[in-house]
């Protein structure tokens, strides 16, 4: 037996994930299911399937709006990269970093396991979360009703451009895998791509999405 | 020859399961008297992205429900097969039975 409450990560992705006339009725299909009796791994399956198949519609029904937002999305890190954005960023990077080599912190930047921290990039890091993250809360708010069509295809393609940064920390710790640092570096570029670029993608989302609903009410 | 619409394989187990169902028919009991029949798991995603396009051909008309305390406070949306839904069905099943009439494989009722 089920307790009444289904998986509440899979409940947050369903209720933002799919659009559509018929988004309410379905959540309140699939929660009236797991009252009775449905297991959490159904749950998720149910979910999983119902945004994959919204997200293929929608891009059907959404050609111009998909093309764009992939447009966008792949090309997202350029235009940031080659912007006074971007300039503004190196300059924070820069005024972490003078202050910490100066001070009793220095060994955040020179010793070897601190290093890969990186705390003098720590700037850069929440830039590449940020950056889509602002352009996911605009996006979601002039497009409410297709969130779900522009939440996924930001998230594919900017963990899909980090990818070449995890491949290459793997390539790394697959090749001296007694060296602790590689799997450190793993575990960071895996964290930020699979974590906190898609969580900060989904939660300013899902903030803009709800602000533009808001607003129509 | 004059192009008719005929319904897929799935929208036809769609429009069979909102007959059998009736005037109460939203995405659990279709769901599942399509999973009753066929012994398969059904998607509650394909079955409404199949009543959207049922609805978008009007095959099928729908009416919201009340909000329950038992679905967090979400109205069921009901659905019933139209007029033209139900000429589809039986234009189906005619060509379905005509098909199949004189198949060497099905006679004797063994596949």
């Known amino acids: 037996m089920s307790s009444s409450k289904p998986p509440r990560l899979a409940q947050w992705l369903l209720e933002r994930g799919i659009s559509g006339p018929q988004r309410e009725a379905l959540v309140g299909d699939m929660l009236e299911q797991y009252q009775r009796g449905r297991s959490a791994a159904w749950y998720w399956r149910q979910t999983v399937s119902a945004i994959a198949i919204s997200f293929t519609a929608e891009i059907s029904q959404h050609k111009a709006l998909a093309a764009a937002v992939t447009v966008l999305g792949l090309y997202l890190p350029d235009i940031y990269m080659f912007s006074r954005v971007w300039v503004w960023v190196a300059r924070f990077d820069h005024l972490w970093y003078r202050p910490l080599i100066n001070s009793r912190w220095h060994w955040m930047v020179t010793d070897p396991w601190a290093y890969r921290l990186k705390p003098y990039l720590w700037t850069s890091e929440i830039a590449s979360c940020a950056v889509p993250a602002v352009v996911s809360w605009i996006l979601t708010r002039l497009y409410p009703r297709q969130t779900g069509l522009v939440l996924t295809l930001l998230v594919i393609t900017q963990v899909g451009q980090r990818l070449p940064y995890v491949r290459s920390a793997t390539e790394d710790w697959i090749r001296d895998p007694g060296n602790p640092i590689w799997l450190f570096g793993l575990l960071w570029f895996s964290a930020i791509t699979f974590v906190a670029i898609p969580a900060s993608i989904l939660f300013a989302g899902a903030a803009g999405g709800r602000r533009a609903r808001l607003s129509t009410d | ?111």
């Open chain 2, 1 to 111: 020859m004059a192009k008719r619409e005929f319904p897929g394989g799935f929208e036809l187990l769609v429009l069979l399961a909102l007959i059998r169902v009736g005037e109460e028919a939203y995405g659990v009991p279709i769901s599942d008297a399509i999973e009753e029949s066929s012994g398969r798991a059904v998607a509650i995603g394909s079955v409404y992205i199949t009543l959207d396009r049922l609805q978008a051909k009007g095959l099928v008309s729908s009416r919201l429900g009340e909000p329950t305390a038992a679905r967090g406070g979400r109205a069921k949306t009901y659905f019933r097969i139209t007029a033209a839904g139900l000429r589809q069905v039986r234009q189906a099943r005619r060509t379905l039975i005509r098909l199949w009439d004189g198949v060497p494989q099905f006679e004797g009722g063994s596949a």
